[in-house]
Every structure is written in C-alpha cells, then in structure tokens.
C-alpha cells in the first residue's frame, strides 16, 4: 500500500524560503509521478507542481514557475519541494499525490493522483 508522509512546513516572512517534503513508501514500480498541491480556505485544490519519478521530468503551475522546485532523492524515496521568495497568497495547506501508474502532459489535476499525504502547514505572513 502506498504512503505519502509531507513533512517542512511552517511560518515564514514574505520572500522567505521553505523546503517541503514527501516520504513515499509502498511503490513496487517505477514510473509513477508525485505532484505536488496546496489548498487554502474557501478555495479550490491546485496542483504546483509535479515530478515523473523515471527521469525526474518536472513540470510547474505558472503561479509558482521560477520560484518553486521540485526534485527527487530516489535512494531516500523523497521528493522535495524547495518554496523560494514566498508571498502570502502562497499560503496554504500543501499536500503530495501520487499516481497509480504514470503522468502524461502538464499532470497537475487532483484527479489524475490516487495516493495523497495528510499535508502539511504553509503560512507566509507579509
């Protein structure tokens, strides 16, 4: 059975830096993808960004391109979210998914993840 454990967050002044990150156990192939999302009140789950875990091919939202990072530590099963020059609007409860099988294209809809982590907190205080 798959498992997502997030683990980084916290509170952190406007242009500020956090790194999150994604324990995943249970995988018996290669080939899936961890995406990465976040949630605030009142609004709608947005995917961020996610990784392919067979060749690290990464893809953004463009709310986050250019400041956020996504990577991979495939020995210690970890994917990383590195949060660079943060802004209150990205404030939010952050979560890592994971798919069955693969990812095609952009891939940052919550419905093309079955695994999800139980999240972890973002504030980002101006």
């Known amino acids: 059975q798959v498992q997502l454990v997030e683990s980084g967050g916290g509170s952190v002044q406007a242009g500020g830096s956090l790194r999150l990150s994604c324990a995943a156990s249970?995988?018996?192939?290669?080939?899936?993808?961890i995406g990465w999302f976040r949630q605030a009140p009142g609004k709608e789950r947005e995917g961020v960004a996610r990784?392919?875990?067979?060749?690290?091919?990464?893809a953004y939202a463009a709310s986050v391109k250019g400041r956020f990072t996504i990577s991979q530590d495939n020995a210690k099963n970890t994917v990383y979210l590195q949060m660079s020059s943060l802004k209150p609007e990205d404030t939010a409860m952050y979560y890592c998914?994971?798919?069955?099988?693969?990812?095609?294209?952009?891939?940052?809809?919550?419905?093309?993840?079955?695994?999800w982590g139980q999240g972890t907190q973002v504030t980002v205080s101006s």
């Open positions: 990784i392919v875990q067979a060749g690290g091919n990464t």
């Open positions: 998914a994971g798919t069955l099988w693969g990812c095609y294209g952009l891939a940052l809809g919550a419905k093309e993840y079955n695994y």
């Open positions: 249970g995988y018996t192939y290669s080939g899936y993808c």
